[in-house]
């Protein structure tokens, strides 16, 4: 095979991430009339975080290897698809993303660099990976703000109706989607991602329009 047929088949398998929906914005109830963003605009959406923080602040890490691992983070649902924790197959997740890279890359010479990272972002022991899964997080915490009221309860998933922890937080007041992704994620925030996720919760709304 050419090599320009090896990247074109690369990135028609790629493309598929530009249509597929985040799953888990559907099994928390977004109204059918809304749109679910999809992996590719999460992708985006993390990096937006990454560059506006990095523009505003000076770091200490290599941000070089933050944007790759963000770009290459949800790369393996181009063939697995969104799995989410009420999917049966989520307890392999892991496992499934990585054979589905090694598959995905395995004819490619810079193969073993592309998994490094992958592998980098997922184990989080870096401070650059720990950045970017910061990044994650917080991305779809936002996202969670934007979609404000677009959620119906009764289309919930029913694991998610009936997860004690979600019950209990909804005894504390945290009634929205949105609050309870951002007490789900607040302990995994440092620094500047904790500032960003008091300055989010405070605000009265949070849009996109």
Request: aromatic share 12%.
């Amino acid at each position: 095979m050419k090599q320009v047929e090896k990247i074109f088949q690369l990135y028609s398998v790629l493309h598929k991430l530009k249509t597929l929906p985040r799953t888990g914005w559907i099994h928390w109830g977004l109204k059918p009339t809304v749109r679910a963003e999809s992996v590719a605009e999460h992708v985006f959406g993390t990096c937006a975080l990454a560059t506006s923080i990095f523009a505003t602040q000076k770091q200490n890490i290599n941000m070089e290897r933050v944007f790759t691992m963000l770009a290459l983070h949800e790369t393996e649902e181009a063939l697995i698809g969104d799995l989410t924790p009420f999917q049966a197959e989520y307890a392999s997740k892991a496992e499934l993303a990585q054979k589905a890279m090694a598959e995905l890359f395995a004819n490619y010479m810079n193969k073993d660099q592309i998994l490094a990272y992958v592998h980098e972002f997922d184990s989080r022991t870096t401070p650059e990976a720990q950045f970017a899964y910061m990044c994650d997080k917080l991305e779809a915490v936002i996202q969670a703000y934007m979609y404000g009221d677009a959620f119906d309860p009764t289309r919930m998933h029913e694991q998610l109706k009936t997860n004690a922890e979600l019950q209990a937080m909804e005894k504390e007041g945290y009634t929205s989607v949105a609050q309870k992704f951002m007490q789900y994620g607040k302990s995994c925030y440092k620094g500047i991602f904790q500032e960003l996720a008091k300055f989010i919760e405070e605000k009265e709304s949070v849009s996109d329009k």
